[in-house]
């Protein structure tokens, strides 16, 4: 894998930390928010819209693992506050 990229993440809104995908790693790069969700979506579907398509991640660690057989965009959505995260490919 690359050197990570941090990728902002404004609050209360879905932001897509990586693009055309089949494996990767997201990294939680600042203590705040408490809570982040994602999701992903087919790449060229369109972006999600609502909080409730999240699940949370950085449950038990600070670093979530991406492997899908088919390419997918994924997308992060911190709750409350900005977040940053760092992404890997």
Known sequence: MANPI????PANTWTK????VTEGQIKKRLKTPNVYLST???TGEAAPTLQSKGTPIFIESNSE??????AIDVYIYPIG???SVFVEV
Not at 65 to 70: F, G, H, L, M, S
Request: proline share 5%.
């Open 17 to 20: 930390v990586l693009t055309n």
């Open 40 to 42: 992903y979506k087919m």
């Open 6 to 9: 941090a990728v902002p993440c």
């Open 65 to 70: 693992k991406i492997e899908n057989v088919a």
């Open 81 to 83: 506050a900005a977040g």
